[in-house]
Nanobody, 122 residues
Framework: QVQLVESGGGLVQAGGSLSVSCEAS????????VGWFRQAPGKEREFVAA???????YYADSVKDRFTISRDNAKNMVSLQMNSLKPEDTGVYSC????????????????WGLGTQVTVSS
């Protein structure tokens, strides 16, 4: 049974930093595309970042140069380091794993975690 579990969310002031992580059981992250998505109240889920099997990384324009996605194969974990946080970064951050190359589309992922709340105060 595949399970993805996020951790590390919380409350931070604008300009601060936070790291969220995703641990997997039942699958090996290095064999999948792993993405981070976020959803703010009343808004659609949006792509944040993805790391491919090759370790190539991709980011939404809104987080480029502020967020960094990484993968630890030994821990089977994918993390998202978030710096210079803004109030508009607030939302539930969820990780997902899939094998499809269309990593910006949430419908292309097969497995999802339940998410962790990130709140950035102004």
């Amino acid at each position: 049974q595949v399970q993805l579990v996020e951790s590390g969310g919380g409350l931070v002031q604008a300009g601060g930093s936070l790291s969220v992580s995703c641990e997997a059981s039942g699958l090996t992250f290095s064999n999948y595309v792993v993405g981070w998505f976020r959803q703010a109240p009343g808004k659609e889920r949006e792509f944040v970042a993805a790391i491919l099997r090759s370790r190539s990384t991709y980011y939404a324009d809104s987080v480029k140069d502020r967020f960094t996605i990484s993968r630890d194969n030994a821990k089977n974990m994918v993390s998202l380091q978030m710096n210079s946080l803004k109030p508009e970064d607030t939302g539930v951050y969820s990780c997902a794993a899939g094998v499809n190359a269309l990593f910006r589309l949430p419908t292309r992922y097969d497995y999802w975690g339940l998410g962790t709340q990130v709140t950035v105060s102004s």
